[in-house]
């Protein structure tokens, strides 16, 4: 069993910055894949980024390329989203996820266990 807990979330206006975090509790992610989905109010569940926890290789969506980076401390067991230029688009409820899956199985059909979410709202 994972235990994912995000916070960080808030409101901000368009241009400015923020930054999620992620932490995470239970069984070891040594070899697990970490990542952000993010969801709209009547949109459907869009995949963010994410992160190989040992690797730290990443994958992003081309919606935040350039301007969100995602990355993790092994020592706190926490990821993180680091979201530069937010956009009144940005705007959603952000998860944090993760599972001993394939960064394609994570972007094309979700993860294994996620957190409760936390708001983000960007205004114009």
């Known amino acids: 069993q994972v235990q994912l807990v995000e916070s960080g979330g808030g409101l901000v206006q368009a241009g400015d910055s923020l930054k999620l975090s992620c932490a995470a509790s239970?069984?070891?992610?040594?070899?697990?894949?970490m990542g952000w989905f993010r969801q709209a109010t009547g949109k459907e569940r869009e995949f963010v980024a994410s992160?190989?926890?040992?690797?730290?290789?990443?994958y992003y969506a081309d919606s935040v390329k350039g301007r969100f980076t995602i990355s993790r401390d092994k020592a706190k067991n926490t990821m993180y989203l680091q979201m530069n230029s937010l956009k009144p688009e940005d705007t959603a409820v952000y998860y944090c996820?993760?599972?001993?899956?394939?960064?394609?199985?994570?972007?094309?059909?979700?993860?294994?266990?996620w957190g409760q979410g936390t708001q983000v709202t960007v205004s114009s």
């Open positions: 996820s993760a599972g001993q899956i394939s960064q394609a199985t994570m972007r094309e059909r979700g993860a294994d266990y």
């Open positions: 239970g069984r070891s992610t040594s070899n697990y894949r």
């Open positions: 992160i190989n926890w040992s690797g730290g290789s990443t």
